[in-house]
Protein backbone atom coordinates (compact mmCIF):
# COMPACT_ATOMS: atom_id res chain seq x y z
CA UNK A 1 0.00 0.00 0.00
CA UNK A 2 1.96 2.88 -1.15
CA UNK A 3 -0.75 5.33 -1.52
CA UNK A 4 -4.83 5.45 -1.42
CA UNK A 5 -6.12 5.76 -4.60
CA UNK A 6 -9.23 7.96 -5.11
CA UNK A 7 -10.80 4.84 -6.72
CA UNK A 8 -10.50 2.91 -3.04
CA UNK A 9 -12.29 5.70 -1.45
CA UNK A 10 -15.48 4.49 -3.78
CA UNK A 11 -15.01 1.27 -2.13
CA UNK A 12 -17.39 1.42 1.00
CA UNK A 13 -20.14 2.84 -1.59
CA UNK A 14 -20.00 0.48 -3.36
CA UNK A 15 -22.68 -1.95 -1.57
CA UNK A 16 -24.38 0.79 -1.09
CA UNK A 17 -25.43 2.03 -4.37
CA UNK A 18 -27.61 0.15 -6.39
CA UNK A 19 -26.22 -1.76 -8.78
CA UNK A 20 -27.70 -3.93 -11.85
CA UNK A 21 -26.13 -7.46 -11.74
CA UNK A 22 -24.94 -9.01 -14.70
CA UNK A 23 -26.85 -11.41 -16.32
CA UNK A 24 -26.32 -15.03 -15.46
CA UNK A 25 -26.24 -16.45 -18.96
CA UNK A 26 -26.02 -14.60 -22.06
CA UNK A 27 -29.04 -12.64 -23.22
CA UNK A 28 -30.22 -14.26 -26.98
CA UNK A 29 -30.49 -11.97 -29.82
CA UNK A 30 -34.08 -11.72 -29.73
CA UNK A 31 -34.10 -10.78 -25.95
CA UNK A 32 -31.49 -8.61 -26.28
CA UNK A 33 -34.01 -5.84 -28.66
CA UNK A 34 -36.91 -6.58 -26.60
CA UNK A 35 -34.84 -5.18 -23.92
CA UNK A 36 -34.14 -2.56 -25.51
CA UNK A 37 -37.12 -1.41 -27.13
CA UNK A 38 -38.44 -2.14 -23.32
CA UNK A 39 -35.52 0.10 -21.39
CA UNK A 40 -36.08 2.88 -24.27
CA UNK A 41 -40.29 2.35 -23.44
CA UNK A 42 -39.35 3.20 -19.81
CA UNK A 43 -37.29 6.04 -20.62
CA UNK A 44 -39.66 7.51 -22.70
CA UNK A 45 -42.58 7.18 -19.83
CA UNK A 46 -40.28 9.36 -17.51
CA UNK A 47 -41.36 12.22 -19.66
CA UNK A 48 -43.81 13.38 -17.80
CA UNK A 49 -44.49 16.35 -15.56
CA UNK A 50 -42.83 16.69 -11.93
CA UNK A 51 -45.72 16.83 -9.34
CA UNK A 52 -45.83 20.77 -8.82
CA UNK A 53 -44.55 21.82 -12.31
CA UNK A 54 -46.41 22.81 -15.44
CA UNK A 55 -43.84 22.07 -18.15
CA UNK A 56 -45.91 24.17 -20.80
CA UNK A 57 -45.38 27.22 -18.23
CA UNK A 58 -41.90 26.99 -17.89
CA UNK A 59 -39.92 29.33 -19.45
CA UNK A 60 -36.53 27.35 -20.50
CA UNK A 61 -33.09 28.65 -21.32
CA UNK A 62 -31.84 24.90 -22.51
CA UNK A 63 -33.70 24.50 -25.22
CA UNK A 64 -31.16 24.36 -27.98
CA UNK A 65 -28.61 22.56 -25.68
CA UNK A 66 -30.97 19.55 -24.74
CA UNK A 67 -32.33 17.84 -27.53
CA UNK A 68 -29.17 16.00 -28.24
CA UNK A 69 -29.85 14.66 -24.85
CA UNK A 70 -33.38 13.33 -24.93
CA UNK A 71 -34.11 15.95 -21.92
CA UNK A 72 -37.17 17.79 -21.49
CA UNK A 73 -38.10 20.32 -19.53
CA UNK A 74 -39.78 20.40 -16.75
CA UNK A 75 -40.42 17.02 -16.42
CA UNK A 76 -38.65 13.83 -15.07
CA UNK A 77 -36.49 13.63 -17.71
CA UNK A 78 -35.43 17.38 -16.73
CA UNK A 79 -31.65 16.22 -17.06
CA UNK A 80 -32.01 13.80 -19.32
CA UNK A 81 -28.93 11.02 -19.98
CA UNK A 82 -26.73 14.22 -19.36
CA UNK A 83 -25.78 13.97 -15.77
CA UNK A 84 -24.83 9.97 -16.77
CA UNK A 85 -23.24 11.36 -20.06
CA UNK A 86 -21.12 14.21 -18.08
CA UNK A 87 -20.06 11.98 -15.47
CA UNK A 88 -18.77 9.11 -18.18
CA UNK A 89 -16.74 11.82 -20.61
CA UNK A 90 -15.06 13.39 -17.32
CA UNK A 91 -13.93 10.29 -15.75
CA UNK A 92 -13.06 8.86 -18.80
CA UNK A 93 -10.66 11.80 -19.37
CA UNK A 94 -9.40 11.96 -16.27
CA UNK A 95 -8.15 8.34 -16.11
CA UNK A 96 -7.24 8.69 -19.79
CA UNK A 97 -4.81 11.56 -18.60
CA UNK A 98 -3.67 9.21 -15.58
CA UNK A 99 -5.04 11.66 -12.83
CA UNK A 100 -7.06 9.06 -11.32
CA UNK A 101 -5.58 5.60 -11.39
CA UNK A 102 -7.48 3.07 -12.70
CA UNK A 103 -6.27 -0.63 -13.88
CA UNK A 104 -8.57 -1.17 -16.90
CA UNK A 105 -7.66 -4.73 -16.83
CA UNK A 106 -8.52 -5.72 -13.33
CA UNK A 107 -12.20 -6.43 -13.30
CA UNK A 108 -12.44 -4.95 -9.71
CA UNK A 109 -11.01 -1.64 -10.57
CA UNK A 110 -13.36 -1.78 -13.55
CA UNK A 111 -16.40 -2.21 -11.40
CA UNK A 112 -15.35 0.32 -9.05
CA UNK A 113 -14.70 2.53 -12.04
CA UNK A 114 -18.61 2.26 -12.70
CA UNK A 115 -19.82 2.75 -9.41
CA UNK A 116 -17.46 6.53 -9.26
CA UNK A 117 -19.34 7.56 -12.68
CA UNK A 118 -22.47 6.65 -11.46
CA UNK A 119 -22.14 8.11 -8.20
CA UNK A 120 -21.13 11.20 -9.72
CA UNK A 121 -23.79 11.11 -12.11
CA UNK A 122 -26.54 10.77 -8.97
CA UNK A 123 -24.65 13.85 -7.00
CA UNK A 124 -24.86 15.99 -10.21
CA UNK A 125 -28.43 15.21 -10.52
CA UNK A 126 -29.19 16.11 -7.08
CA UNK A 127 -26.87 19.57 -7.42
CA UNK A 128 -28.32 20.47 -10.79
CA UNK A 129 -32.14 19.88 -8.93
CA UNK A 130 -31.11 22.17 -6.20
CA UNK A 131 -29.91 24.63 -8.55
CA UNK A 132 -32.88 25.14 -10.54
CA UNK A 133 -34.96 25.05 -8.31
CA UNK A 134 -33.21 27.81 -6.33
CA UNK A 135 -32.85 29.74 -9.19
CA UNK A 136 -36.42 30.18 -9.78
CA UNK A 137 -36.42 28.12 -12.42
CA UNK A 138 -39.80 25.70 -12.13
CA UNK A 139 -41.51 28.55 -10.96
CA UNK A 140 -43.98 29.83 -13.97
CA UNK A 141 -44.73 33.36 -14.94
CA UNK A 142 -47.25 35.26 -14.03
CA UNK A 143 -48.61 36.44 -16.84
CA UNK A 144 -51.34 38.54 -15.38
CA UNK A 145 -50.04 40.83 -12.93
CA UNK A 146 -46.66 42.84 -12.79
CA UNK A 147 -43.99 43.12 -9.97
CA UNK A 148 -43.29 46.87 -9.59
CA UNK A 149 -40.57 47.16 -11.80
CA UNK A 150 -42.61 46.15 -14.22
CA UNK A 151 -41.51 43.39 -15.54
CA UNK A 152 -43.52 39.86 -15.34
CA UNK A 153 -43.75 38.29 -11.47
CA UNK A 154 -42.93 34.66 -10.75
CA UNK A 155 -45.80 32.38 -8.61
CA UNK A 156 -43.62 31.25 -5.86
CA UNK A 157 -44.11 27.35 -4.74
CA UNK A 158 -43.89 26.74 -0.98
CA UNK A 159 -40.53 24.90 0.38
CA UNK A 160 -42.12 21.73 0.74
CA UNK A 161 -42.78 22.16 -2.71
CA UNK A 162 -39.65 22.66 -4.03
CA UNK A 163 -37.91 20.05 -1.64
CA UNK A 164 -40.31 17.72 -3.59
CA UNK A 165 -38.72 18.56 -6.88
CA UNK A 166 -35.47 18.26 -5.93
CA UNK A 167 -36.49 14.90 -4.43
CA UNK A 168 -38.35 14.00 -7.72
CA UNK A 169 -35.66 14.95 -10.11
CA UNK A 170 -32.59 13.38 -8.38
CA UNK A 171 -34.73 9.72 -8.05
CA UNK A 172 -35.37 10.34 -11.84
CA UNK A 173 -31.94 10.94 -12.50
CA UNK A 174 -31.27 7.80 -10.34
CA UNK A 175 -33.56 5.61 -12.40
CA UNK A 176 -31.76 7.09 -15.65
CA UNK A 177 -28.84 5.91 -14.84
CA UNK A 178 -29.81 2.90 -13.67
CA UNK A 179 -31.55 2.50 -16.88
CA UNK A 180 -28.36 2.85 -18.70
CA UNK A 181 -26.48 0.58 -16.87
CA UNK A 182 -29.00 -1.89 -17.53
CA UNK A 183 -28.06 -1.69 -21.43
CA UNK A 184 -24.40 -1.23 -20.91
CA UNK A 185 -24.29 -4.66 -18.52
CA UNK A 186 -25.05 -6.67 -21.84
CA UNK A 187 -29.35 -6.86 -21.38
CA UNK A 188 -29.35 -4.55 -24.60
CA UNK A 189 -28.05 -3.18 -27.03
CA UNK A 190 -25.60 -0.21 -26.00
CA UNK A 191 -23.86 1.94 -24.97
CA UNK A 192 -26.96 2.53 -23.14
CA UNK A 193 -26.02 6.39 -23.37
CA UNK A 194 -26.46 6.33 -27.01
CA UNK A 195 -29.74 3.79 -27.28
CA UNK A 196 -31.58 6.83 -25.18
CA UNK A 197 -30.39 9.82 -27.16
CA UNK A 198 -31.46 7.42 -30.57
CA UNK A 199 -35.23 6.97 -28.89
CA UNK A 200 -35.43 10.18 -27.76
CA UNK A 201 -34.43 11.88 -31.15
CA UNK A 202 -36.90 9.36 -33.16
CA UNK A 203 -39.19 10.44 -30.55
CA UNK A 204 -38.45 13.95 -31.41
CA UNK A 205 -38.26 13.51 -35.16
CA UNK A 206 -42.26 11.47 -35.03
CA UNK A 207 -43.82 14.17 -32.85
CA UNK A 208 -42.68 17.14 -34.58
CA UNK A 209 -43.84 15.41 -37.78
CA UNK A 210 -47.52 14.18 -36.44
CA UNK A 211 -47.64 15.12 -32.87
CA UNK A 212 -51.17 15.08 -32.02
CA UNK A 213 -51.20 17.27 -28.85
CA UNK A 214 -52.19 21.13 -28.78
CA UNK A 215 -51.36 23.91 -26.88
CA UNK A 216 -53.29 27.26 -26.88
CA UNK A 217 -51.01 30.38 -28.36
CA UNK A 218 -51.79 33.51 -28.52
CA UNK A 219 -53.39 32.69 -32.26
CA UNK A 220 -55.79 30.29 -30.90
CA UNK A 221 -55.27 26.56 -30.49
CA UNK A 222 -52.01 25.02 -32.56
CA UNK A 223 -50.55 21.52 -33.05
CA UNK A 224 -47.51 19.87 -32.22
CA UNK A 225 -46.92 18.21 -35.03
CA UNK A 226 -45.68 19.80 -38.50
CA UNK A 227 -47.67 17.95 -41.01
CA UNK A 228 -50.74 18.48 -38.41
CA UNK A 229 -50.75 21.71 -37.87
CA UNK A 230 -50.34 22.33 -42.18
CA UNK A 231 -53.27 20.07 -41.95
CA UNK A 232 -55.27 22.51 -39.55
CA UNK A 233 -53.84 25.45 -41.04
CA UNK A 234 -55.50 24.22 -44.54
CA UNK A 235 -58.81 23.74 -42.90
CA UNK A 236 -59.50 26.54 -41.07
CA UNK A 237 -57.47 29.46 -43.06
CA UNK A 238 -59.04 31.17 -45.73
CA UNK A 239 -55.87 31.37 -47.90
CA UNK A 240 -53.75 28.51 -48.89
CA UNK A 241 -50.72 30.28 -49.39
CA UNK A 242 -50.97 31.72 -45.94
CA UNK A 243 -51.44 27.99 -44.60
CA UNK A 244 -48.85 26.60 -46.30
CA UNK A 245 -46.39 29.63 -45.22
CA UNK A 246 -46.96 29.54 -41.69
CA UNK A 247 -46.78 25.75 -41.45
CA UNK A 248 -43.41 26.46 -42.80
CA UNK A 249 -42.46 29.45 -40.93
CA UNK A 250 -44.49 29.41 -37.11
CA UNK A 251 -42.02 29.89 -34.26
CA UNK A 252 -43.90 27.95 -31.45
CA UNK A 253 -43.76 24.05 -31.74
CA UNK A 254 -42.20 22.64 -34.85
CA UNK A 255 -42.36 23.89 -38.36
CA UNK A 256 -41.99 22.67 -41.78
CA UNK A 257 -38.65 24.14 -42.45
CA UNK A 258 -37.09 22.24 -39.15
CA UNK A 259 -38.71 18.88 -40.58
CA UNK A 260 -37.07 19.23 -43.93
CA UNK A 261 -33.61 20.26 -42.35
CA UNK A 262 -34.02 17.20 -40.19
CA UNK A 263 -34.58 15.00 -42.96
CA UNK A 264 -31.73 16.49 -44.79
CA UNK A 265 -29.29 15.84 -41.82
CA UNK A 266 -30.67 12.01 -41.73
CA UNK A 267 -29.43 11.50 -45.06
CA UNK A 268 -26.41 13.50 -44.86
CA UNK A 269 -25.09 12.16 -41.56
CA UNK A 270 -25.62 8.75 -43.33
CA UNK A 271 -23.80 9.11 -46.03
CA UNK A 272 -20.65 10.61 -44.46
CA UNK A 273 -20.60 7.96 -41.79
CA UNK A 274 -20.54 5.70 -44.56
CA UNK A 275 -17.12 7.13 -45.62
CA UNK A 276 -14.07 4.91 -44.43
CA UNK A 277 -11.08 3.72 -45.78
CA UNK A 278 -10.44 0.06 -46.06
CA UNK A 279 -7.34 -1.47 -44.75
CA UNK A 280 -6.55 -4.92 -46.42
CA UNK A 281 -5.58 -7.38 -43.78
CA UNK A 282 -4.90 -11.45 -43.90
CA UNK A 283 -5.40 -14.17 -41.59
CA UNK A 284 -2.27 -15.69 -39.87
CA UNK A 285 -3.90 -18.89 -39.50
CA UNK A 286 -5.81 -19.77 -42.70
CA UNK A 287 -3.81 -19.01 -46.28
CA UNK A 288 -5.11 -16.95 -48.81
CA UNK A 289 -8.08 -15.33 -46.98
CA UNK A 290 -7.94 -11.47 -47.09
CA UNK A 291 -11.09 -8.99 -46.07
CA UNK A 292 -10.56 -5.42 -45.04
CA UNK A 293 -10.51 -3.83 -42.48
CA UNK A 294 -12.92 -0.72 -42.16
CA UNK A 295 -11.62 2.86 -40.53
CA UNK A 296 -14.34 5.03 -40.93
CA UNK A 297 -14.13 8.77 -41.37
CA UNK A 298 -16.55 9.68 -37.79
CA UNK A 299 -14.37 7.29 -35.54
CA UNK A 300 -15.95 8.60 -32.82
CA UNK A 301 -19.34 8.83 -33.98
CA UNK A 302 -21.28 11.36 -32.14
CA UNK A 303 -18.92 11.77 -29.14
CA UNK A 304 -16.63 14.78 -30.28
CA UNK A 305 -20.19 17.00 -30.56
CA UNK A 306 -21.80 15.31 -27.59
CA UNK A 307 -18.98 16.22 -25.38
CA UNK A 308 -18.71 19.60 -26.86
CA UNK A 309 -22.67 20.03 -26.24
CA UNK A 310 -22.20 18.32 -22.90
CA UNK A 311 -19.46 21.10 -22.07
CA UNK A 312 -21.72 23.95 -23.18
CA UNK A 313 -24.83 22.46 -21.22
CA UNK A 314 -23.36 22.41 -18.02
CA UNK A 315 -21.56 25.75 -18.23
CA UNK A 316 -25.09 27.23 -19.36
CA UNK A 317 -26.89 25.72 -16.38
CA UNK A 318 -24.36 26.66 -13.92
CA UNK A 319 -24.32 30.29 -15.21
CA UNK A 320 -27.72 30.78 -15.41
CA UNK A 321 -28.46 29.44 -12.56
CA UNK A 322 -25.91 31.58 -11.04
CA UNK A 323 -27.10 34.83 -12.31
CA UNK A 324 -30.61 33.83 -11.30
CA UNK A 325 -29.63 33.45 -7.36
CA UNK A 326 -26.88 35.92 -7.27
CA UNK A 327 -29.84 38.36 -8.65
CA UNK A 328 -29.95 40.45 -5.41
CA UNK A 329 -25.94 40.17 -4.53
CA UNK A 330 -23.58 43.12 -4.76
CA UNK A 331 -21.28 40.97 -6.96
CA UNK A 332 -24.26 40.78 -9.76
CA UNK A 333 -22.11 43.13 -11.63
CA UNK A 334 -19.00 40.24 -11.81
CA UNK A 335 -21.49 37.40 -12.18
CA UNK A 336 -23.37 38.46 -15.33
CA UNK A 337 -20.12 38.91 -16.67
CA UNK A 338 -20.52 34.90 -17.46
CA UNK A 339 -23.90 35.56 -19.07
CA UNK A 340 -27.47 37.51 -19.54
CA UNK A 341 -30.37 35.75 -19.83
CA UNK A 342 -33.80 38.00 -21.18
CA UNK A 343 -37.34 36.50 -21.69
CA UNK A 344 -37.88 36.09 -25.52
CA UNK A 345 -40.67 38.65 -25.77
CA UNK A 346 -42.23 36.74 -28.55
CA UNK A 347 -43.02 33.14 -27.08
CA UNK A 348 -42.69 33.67 -23.80
CA UNK A 349 -41.48 29.93 -23.81
CA UNK A 350 -37.83 31.28 -23.65
CA UNK A 351 -34.75 32.55 -22.01
CA UNK A 352 -32.30 34.26 -24.43
CA UNK A 353 -28.78 34.98 -23.66
CA UNK A 354 -27.59 38.40 -25.17
CA UNK A 355 -24.72 39.11 -23.30
CA UNK A 356 -21.73 37.93 -21.67
CA UNK A 357 -19.10 35.34 -21.79
CA UNK A 358 -21.49 32.44 -22.70
CA UNK A 359 -23.18 34.09 -25.16
CA UNK A 360 -20.16 34.04 -27.08
CA UNK A 361 -20.65 30.15 -27.36
CA UNK A 362 -24.45 29.84 -27.82
CA UNK A 363 -26.44 29.84 -30.72
CA UNK A 364 -28.12 32.09 -29.57
CA UNK A 365 -30.94 34.66 -31.90
CA UNK A 366 -29.67 37.94 -31.09
CA UNK A 367 -28.02 40.51 -28.53
CA UNK A 368 -28.40 43.99 -27.93
CA UNK A 369 -24.55 44.30 -28.71
CA UNK A 370 -23.90 44.92 -32.05
CA UNK A 371 -20.70 44.27 -32.00
CA UNK A 372 -21.29 40.53 -30.00
CA UNK A 373 -23.72 40.19 -32.04
CA UNK A 374 -21.31 40.10 -35.53
CA UNK A 375 -18.36 37.87 -33.83
CA UNK A 376 -20.84 35.34 -31.81
CA UNK A 377 -21.00 32.85 -34.95
CA UNK A 378 -17.06 32.89 -35.52
CA UNK A 379 -16.43 32.59 -32.21
CA UNK A 380 -18.97 29.59 -31.49
CA UNK A 381 -18.07 27.89 -34.60
CA UNK A 382 -14.19 28.09 -33.09
CA UNK A 383 -15.37 26.72 -30.16
CA UNK A 384 -17.28 23.58 -30.99
CA UNK A 385 -14.55 23.43 -33.43
CA UNK A 386 -12.06 23.09 -31.75
CA UNK A 387 -13.46 21.28 -28.21
CA UNK A 388 -14.73 18.13 -30.69
CA UNK A 389 -11.46 18.14 -32.79
CA UNK A 390 -9.41 18.33 -29.46
CA UNK A 391 -11.65 16.02 -28.75
CA UNK A 392 -11.66 13.11 -31.43
CA UNK A 393 -7.54 13.85 -31.13
CA UNK A 394 -7.28 12.68 -27.32
CA UNK A 395 -10.49 10.03 -27.49
CA UNK A 396 -9.14 7.16 -29.60
CA UNK A 397 -6.38 7.14 -26.46
CA UNK A 398 -8.85 7.16 -23.44
CA UNK A 399 -11.41 4.80 -25.12
CA UNK A 400 -8.21 2.08 -25.80
CA UNK A 401 -9.68 2.40 -29.87
CA UNK A 402 -6.60 4.15 -30.81
CA UNK A 403 -4.16 2.61 -32.84
CA UNK A 404 -2.42 0.27 -29.86
CA UNK A 405 -5.56 -1.31 -29.29
CA UNK A 406 -6.52 -1.73 -32.42
CA UNK A 407 -3.34 -3.42 -33.39
CA UNK A 408 -3.80 -5.29 -30.36
CA UNK A 409 -6.91 -6.77 -31.09
CA UNK A 410 -6.14 -7.63 -34.38
CA UNK A 411 -2.90 -9.91 -32.98
CA UNK A 412 -5.67 -11.64 -30.70
CA UNK A 413 -7.85 -12.81 -33.85
CA UNK A 414 -4.38 -13.23 -35.74
CA UNK A 415 -4.85 -10.91 -38.32
CA UNK A 416 -2.29 -8.95 -39.74
CA UNK A 417 -2.29 -6.42 -42.37
CA UNK A 418 -1.02 -7.60 -45.76
CA UNK A 419 2.73 -6.28 -46.56
CA UNK A 420 3.75 -5.22 -43.44
CA UNK A 421 5.58 -6.43 -40.19
CA UNK A 422 3.75 -7.29 -36.91
CA UNK A 423 5.77 -4.81 -35.34
CA UNK A 424 5.00 -2.30 -37.86
CA UNK A 425 1.06 -2.72 -37.50
CA UNK A 426 0.44 -0.12 -34.77
CA UNK A 427 2.51 2.55 -36.48
CA UNK A 428 0.59 1.84 -40.00
CA UNK A 429 -2.78 2.20 -38.29
CA UNK A 430 -1.76 5.05 -36.39
CA UNK A 431 -1.51 6.99 -39.16
CA UNK A 432 -4.87 6.57 -40.43
CA UNK A 433 -6.77 6.19 -37.36
CA UNK A 434 -5.60 9.75 -36.06
CA UNK A 435 -6.42 11.58 -38.93
CA UNK A 436 -9.72 9.77 -39.31
CA UNK A 437 -10.73 10.40 -35.53
CA UNK A 438 -9.74 14.27 -35.78
CA UNK A 439 -10.64 15.34 -39.00
CA UNK A 440 -14.44 13.17 -38.36
CA UNK A 441 -14.95 14.97 -35.39
CA UNK A 442 -14.09 18.34 -37.19
CA UNK A 443 -16.22 17.79 -40.34
CA UNK A 444 -19.33 16.68 -38.00
CA UNK A 445 -19.01 19.52 -35.28
CA UNK A 446 -18.57 21.97 -38.22
CA UNK A 447 -21.44 20.83 -40.09
CA UNK A 448 -23.63 21.31 -36.62
CA UNK A 449 -21.75 24.10 -35.26
CA UNK A 450 -22.71 25.99 -38.49
CA UNK A 451 -26.20 24.62 -38.79
CA UNK A 452 -26.86 26.18 -35.15
CA UNK A 453 -25.27 28.94 -35.93
CA UNK A 454 -26.49 30.15 -38.43
CA UNK A 455 -30.38 30.62 -38.70
CA UNK A 456 -32.64 29.51 -35.45
CA UNK A 457 -32.08 26.01 -35.90
CA UNK A 458 -33.31 25.51 -32.08
CA UNK A 459 -30.93 22.53 -31.86
CA UNK A 460 -32.56 20.49 -34.52
CA UNK A 461 -29.12 19.71 -36.21
CA UNK A 462 -27.93 19.44 -33.22
CA UNK A 463 -30.12 16.70 -31.99
CA UNK A 464 -30.63 15.01 -35.18
CA UNK A 465 -27.38 14.71 -36.01
CA UNK A 466 -26.33 13.02 -32.67
CA UNK A 467 -28.97 11.06 -32.51
CA UNK A 468 -28.31 9.36 -35.94
CA UNK A 469 -24.50 8.74 -35.24
CA UNK A 470 -26.03 6.77 -31.49
CA UNK A 471 -28.43 4.87 -33.70
CA UNK A 472 -25.53 3.72 -36.18
CA UNK A 473 -23.37 2.78 -32.82
CA UNK A 474 -26.45 0.59 -31.57
CA UNK A 475 -26.78 -0.28 -35.42
CA UNK A 476 -23.48 -1.38 -35.42
CA UNK A 477 -23.24 -3.39 -32.13
CA UNK A 478 -26.76 -5.18 -33.28
CA UNK A 479 -24.90 -6.01 -36.83
CA UNK A 480 -22.06 -7.39 -35.43
CA UNK A 481 -24.12 -9.48 -32.66
CA UNK A 482 -26.46 -10.76 -35.92
CA UNK A 483 -23.15 -11.60 -37.49
CA UNK A 484 -21.42 -12.81 -34.93
CA UNK A 485 -23.35 -15.15 -32.95
CA UNK A 486 -25.37 -16.68 -35.67
CA UNK A 487 -28.81 -15.32 -34.33
CA UNK A 488 -29.80 -15.07 -37.86
CA UNK A 489 -31.40 -18.38 -37.68
CA UNK A 490 -32.96 -18.26 -34.80
CA UNK A 491 -34.75 -14.89 -34.49
CA UNK A 492 -37.88 -13.32 -35.47
CA UNK A 493 -35.89 -10.55 -36.84
CA UNK A 494 -34.84 -12.36 -39.90
CA UNK A 495 -36.85 -10.95 -42.37
CA UNK A 496 -36.09 -7.14 -41.34
CA UNK A 497 -32.33 -7.56 -40.98
CA UNK A 498 -30.14 -7.82 -44.08
CA UNK A 499 -28.46 -11.31 -43.72
CA UNK A 500 -25.25 -11.48 -45.34
CA UNK B 1 10.26 32.44 -35.05
CA UNK B 2 10.28 29.32 -36.09
CA UNK B 3 7.69 28.03 -33.24
CA UNK B 4 5.62 30.82 -34.65
CA UNK B 5 5.54 29.32 -38.33
CA UNK B 6 4.85 25.81 -36.34
CA UNK B 7 2.09 27.48 -34.89
CA UNK B 8 0.53 28.76 -37.65
CA UNK B 9 1.38 25.78 -39.62
CA UNK B 10 -0.38 23.48 -37.76
CA UNK B 11 -4.05 24.01 -38.75
CA UNK B 12 -3.08 24.28 -42.51
CA UNK B 13 -1.37 20.80 -42.03
CA UNK B 14 -4.24 19.69 -40.15
CA UNK B 15 -6.69 20.53 -42.64
CA UNK B 16 -4.48 19.18 -45.68
CA UNK B 17 -4.65 15.92 -43.83
CA UNK B 18 -8.30 15.85 -43.27
CA UNK B 19 -8.65 16.22 -47.23
CA UNK B 20 -6.18 14.29 -47.92
CA UNK B 21 -7.73 11.67 -45.79
CA UNK B 22 -11.20 12.21 -47.12
CA UNK B 23 -9.97 11.62 -50.83
CA UNK B 24 -8.69 8.03 -49.84
CA UNK B 25 -11.73 7.36 -48.77
CA UNK B 26 -13.87 5.06 -49.89
CA UNK B 27 -17.34 6.34 -50.70
CA UNK B 28 -20.33 4.42 -49.91
CA UNK B 29 -22.08 2.47 -53.34
CA UNK B 30 -25.57 3.25 -54.04
CA UNK B 31 -26.54 -0.32 -53.13
CA UNK B 32 -24.74 -0.35 -49.45
CA UNK B 33 -26.30 3.20 -49.01
CA UNK B 34 -29.68 2.65 -49.77
CA UNK B 35 -29.23 -0.35 -47.79
CA UNK B 36 -28.16 1.20 -44.80
CA UNK B 37 -30.25 4.21 -45.60
CA UNK B 38 -32.94 1.57 -45.24
CA UNK B 39 -31.70 -0.51 -42.19
CA UNK B 40 -31.41 2.59 -39.77
CA UNK B 41 -34.90 4.04 -41.25
CA UNK B 42 -36.35 0.66 -39.90
CA UNK B 43 -34.98 1.35 -36.30
CA UNK B 44 -35.93 4.96 -36.47
CA UNK B 45 -39.50 4.08 -37.63
CA UNK B 46 -39.25 1.40 -34.64
CA UNK B 47 -38.53 4.17 -32.31
CA UNK B 48 -40.32 6.90 -33.49
CA UNK B 49 -43.89 4.88 -33.32
CA UNK B 50 -42.64 3.39 -29.99
CA UNK B 51 -41.99 6.96 -28.80
CA UNK B 52 -44.93 8.46 -30.48
CA UNK B 53 -48.04 5.58 -28.87
CA UNK B 54 -45.66 6.83 -25.46
CA UNK B 55 -46.53 10.55 -26.23
CA UNK B 56 -50.24 9.45 -27.33
CA UNK B 57 -50.59 7.29 -23.94
CA UNK B 58 -49.03 10.37 -21.99
CA UNK B 59 -52.21 12.96 -22.93
CA UNK B 60 -54.53 10.91 -20.92
CA UNK B 61 -52.26 10.65 -17.61
CA UNK B 62 -51.21 14.75 -18.23
CA UNK B 63 -55.09 15.18 -17.83
CA UNK B 64 -55.36 13.08 -14.73
CA UNK B 65 -52.12 13.85 -12.95
CA UNK B 66 -52.38 17.91 -13.58
Same mark, same amino acid.
Given at each position: ??????????????????????????????? $???????? +????????????????????????????????????????????????????????????? $????????????????????????????????????????????????????????????????????????????????????????????????????????????????????????????? +???????????????????????????????????????????????????????? $??????????????????????????????????????????????????? $?????????????????????????????????????????????????????????????????????? +?????????????????????????????????????????????????????????????????????????????????????????????????? | ??????????????????????????????????????????????????????????????????
Amino acid at each position: MSEIRLLDLIKPFQSVVPEVQLPYEKIIFDE $KIVYTVAA +AAIYLLLGLPVNGVDDSKIVDPFSWLRSGFGSRAGTFLEFGVFPAAFSAFFWQILAGKKLL $KVDFSSPSDRRLFQTLQKITSFILGFVFAILLVFSDYFEPLDLFSKTEEGSLALTSPSVVAKSLIIVELTVSNAIVTLLIELLDKGYGFGPGILAYITASAATTLATSMFGLTTFVTSRGKESSG +AFIQLGRNLFSSKSWTYAVYEAFTRNIGANLTQVYVAIAAFFATLYLSNCRYEISV $KSTKVRGMSTVYPVKLLYCGALPVLFTFSILYFLNIVGFTLTKICANSKYI $KYISLIGHWTLDAETKKTYNLDGGILYLISAAPSSSNLVLSIIRPFTFLFFVVMVSTYFGKIWPFMSGSA +ARGVAKMLKEQDITLVGRRDVAVAKELGKIISPASRSGALFSSAIVAFAECCGRCKGIAFSTCVGILAGLSIMEDIVSEWQQTGAAANSQFSQFLPTQ | MARKEKFTNAPVLFVKQGIQFIHKCKKPSQKEYLQLVRAVGIGFLMMGVVGYLIKLIHIPIRYLIV
